[in-house]
């Protein structure tokens, strides 16, 4: 709960002390900077231990997000929403009084159309958001509203405002859960007990109904986001269409906003009633697809537009932990990924964080198509019949996977973990310093360098011991220059002796351990070719290590 603070606003939200107790209204810019999820990512973390970068890497799944146009669309309609909704509400001009003596007249009488005074005109709007499961409409919905405080108390008036309240449909499309699971969202947002005085009791449907009007008003509530309304399907008993009168009439009489998030099985709820269908679309029904394969725009003065999959995927690109990651994010990378995601942001950032982890434990160190492939295939087979039907593109396919979610990810996550865990041959920066993280990334940043003496960890610990306060660039160029100095006295105290007959045996490397090699090499190229396939091809395919002398000499003739 937040104090409110008064900010003077314009048009018809001018002089309503709800709306201008909320945040400023938002540029597209700053939508953008405030949604998006950032996720530190240095260079010197990738020479952690598997196991540090195994849950660097993980961090991905809750704390990346980056913004898309649908994300800015979508906050610009929940902004006006809860705004507009307001205007009719306004306790300066005594029309939420007006709400509230109706509300009562309503709650006593038992009858749904029953004013006490001249009924005021609602401005609130509805709104049907569809989506498949998995393409982000939950987690954007909590970003946008978390850029509200839910709950702002007007010393003024001695009112208690509620934002937003998010509550999920319930499992049996049961009007009594639905209320219950209202009233408990309540109580979680004002530490109230409205659960234990009204849903518990024996109260009809109709009383509790009014009773959730009622306090609606009685606290404002600005926007109401009902979750899961795919579940109303599964009630055979009429209760789907009594809840959707109930929300047509939060909307015209309460003039409380509503939004109803779903899955496309959600759709028969706003085919089979002209007026729900009306009310559903009151600002629009938004049918979230999946991220479309769009290439780049190339304008007439040279400079490129890249297209939201292209940008989103360079944006989650750069957030590697391997120790040969690739900088640039190929054609032939990108092709597959989309292909084996479809545009269904959990799956593309699943696959990728899965897929760093199967790099990590192997050794390969860098993301190949090859490695999204087979990552795909034994790590995501849940999802495989609900991918193939969004590559068919027929709807009757894709509504019977519409609620497919990807389980036991987690499990996924720990068992690919645990392998890494079980590297023990690997150097423990954090034990052998202790947990200092100044240290840490002084021997990380330096092993990136390929400054791997035996004499790194002692000179790394008498730099920080000697120099505290010093900056971890000052810090580098000293310990760089006191590694020469050992070095050099290091080479002419073995003049003469057998160090100089030393001679240098070629390394043998085992067919099993190609993969890890450099890209570049033809060893490695020859792991990420197909079985049956001829190393040649792959190469020409590829990679630019064969030169085309068919391509090459049309273009210079």
């Known amino acids: 709960m937040v104090n409110a603070i008064y900010r003077e606003s314009?048009?018809?939200?001018?002089?309503?002390?709800?709306?201008?107790?909320?945040?400023a209204v938002l540029e597209p810019a700053q939508v953008s900077k405030k949604l998006k999820g950032f996720v530190d990512c240095y260079d010197s973390d990738k020479q952690a231990s598997s196991s540090v970068r195994g849950h660097l890497v993980s961090q991905l799944m809750n704390q990346f997000f980056h913004p898309i146009n649908r994300h800015i669309d979508l906050e610009k309609k929940l902004s006006i929403m809860i705004r507009e909704g307001y205007v009719g509400r306004n306790p300066d001009d005594g029309s939420l009084s007006t709400h509230l003596q109706n509300g009562y007249e309503r709650l006593m009488s038992g009858a749904d159309d029953a004013i006490r005074f001249p009924s005021v005109t609602s401005t609130a709007r509805s709104l049907a958001f569809i989506g498949c499961s998995g393409s982000g409409k939950t987690t954007?919905?909590?970003?946008?509203?978390?850029?509200?405080?839910?709950?702002?108390?007007?010393s003024k008036f001695n009112f208690t405002q509620i934002v937003y309240l998010r509550i999920d449909c319930p499992h049996d499309g049961s009007l009594k859960s639905l209320c219950l699971h209202f009233f408990r969202a309540i109580d979680q947002a004002l530490d109230s007990n409205y659960e234990n005085k009204y849903a518990l009791k024996r109260h009809s449907i109709e009383t509790l109904l009014n009773l959730m009007r009622q306090i609606s008003n009685h606290h404002a509530i600005g926007l109401l986001v009902i979750d899961e309304i795919q579940h109303l399907s599964v009630n055979k008993s009429g209760g789907a269409e009594k809840m959707l009168n109930f929300f047509v009439t939060l909307v015209n009489t309460v003039g409380l906003p509503v939004v109803m998030v779903g899955t496309p099985k959600a759709r028969f709820i706003f085919k089979e009633d002209l007026r729900s269908a009306r009310r559903g679309a009151g600002f629009g029904s938004i049918f979230w697809e999946q991220m479309k394969q769009d290439r780049n725009i190339e304008l007439s003065d040279g400079r490129l537009i890249k297209s939201e999959w292209n940008r989103f995927t360079d944006s989650l690109w750069k957030l590697q932990w391997l120790r040969k990651a690739d900088i640039t994010l190929t054609d032939e990378i990108r092709e597959c990924w989309y292909d084996l995601s479809q545009g269904i942001l959990d799956i593309v950032v699943k696959i990728f964080v899965l897929a760093q982890l199967r790099a990590i434990d192997s050794g390969l160190e860098r993301i190949t198509v090859k490695l999204l492939q087979k990552t795909y295939d034994e790590d995501l087979k849940p999802v495989h019949l609900m991918i193939e039907a969004l590559r068919s593109g027929q709807v009757n396919k894709i509504e019977k996977f519409s609620d497919l979610v990807v389980p036991d990810i987690d499990k996924k996550l720990l068992r690919l973990q645990s392998l890494l865990n079980e590297k023990k041959v690997e150097f423990d920066?954090?034990?052998?310093?202790?947990?200092?993280?100044?240290?840490?990334?002084?021997?990380?940043?330096?092993?990136?360098?390929e400054q791997n003496s035996s004499l790194l960890v002692p000179t790394v610990k008498k730099a920080i011991q000697e120099l505290?306060?010093?900056?971890?660039?000052?810090?580098?160029?000293?310990?760089?220059e006191w590694l020469k100095d050992e070095k050099h006295n290091k080479t002419i105290s073995t003049v003469g002796t057998k160090h100089s007959k030393t001679k240098t045996k070629a390394t043998l490397i085992k067919q099993k351990d190609w993969h890890t090699l450099e890209t570049e090499d033809l060893r490695f190229q020859f792991t990420q070719k197909d079985t049956d396939g001829l190393l040649y091809d792959h190469l020409k395919k590829s990679t630019d290590l064969i030169f085309d002398i068919n391509d090459w000499l049309p273009k210079v003739s």
């Not at 850029?147 to 108390?153: D, F, G, L, N, S």
């Open 468 to 480: 505290p306060n010093a900056s971890i660039s000052d810090l580098m160029y000293i310990v760089l």
């Open 10 to 23: 314009f048009g018809s939200y001018k002089g309503n002390p709800f709306i201008e107790a909320l945040p």
């Open 429 to 449: 920066e954090i034990s052998e310093y202790q947990g200092h993280e100044m240290s840490i990334r002084l021997h990380r940043t330096l092993v990136n360098m």
């Open 140 to 154: 954007t919905l909590n970003k946008i509203l978390s850029t509200y405080p839910q709950v702002i108390y007007h």
